[in-house]
């Protein structure tokens, strides 16, 4: 089954410890990307990649590293959380260019205390 | 910066109803627009696209619309069903890369 794999669903963490997010698509797709959703703001891209080792950042980037070392493997490394990350992240991927069909992950409830 | 949005965010329907949902974007230079459904618990799910030169599209059940004179877009779902409950999100896109997502109608579904 085409899908995007988040881990983990839910977490609880304290400030300051590190934590990384996993992604992971088995649908050979090129693009993939991060993105947070907050109560009234919708979704907002963190960073993206176009292939490997090729990252940029989107709208909200500080406080969060990611790599893309394997074409399936997108993961979101939050270096020092601090509460202001808490949230619901979504991973997505996309054959294309990053528009078009993004197909996403089922998320990651992230509460940083 | 500049940023989509919608105009309600909440719409409730009555079953079988046709739905109407709408969304505002600001940036001149948007090409491409989706409208994207998010169910409780899950991410969200591509229903429909539309590039800039079109300002009609249909798909099953849904129909966008385009207006660019006024920045506007919408989506349109005919006879609206229990399963159409969900969160929708607009986003626009100026480049290849990035898509912008405005905040969500949250769209109920009455029996």
Sequence with gaps: EAQVTQNPRYLITVTGKKLTVTCSQNMNHEYMSWYRQDPGLGLRQIYYSMNVEVTDKGDVPEGYKVSRKEKRNFPLILESPSPNQTSLYFCASSPGTGTGELFFGEGSRLTVL | GESVGLHLPTLSVQEGDNSIINCAYSNSASDY??????????????????RSNMDKRQGQRVTVLLNKTVKHLSLQIAATQPGDSAVYFCAESSNDYKLSFGAGTTVTVRA
């Design chain 2, 33 to 50: 627009f989706i409208w994207y459904k998010q169910e409780s618990g899950k991410g969200p799910q591509f229903i429909i696209d539309i």
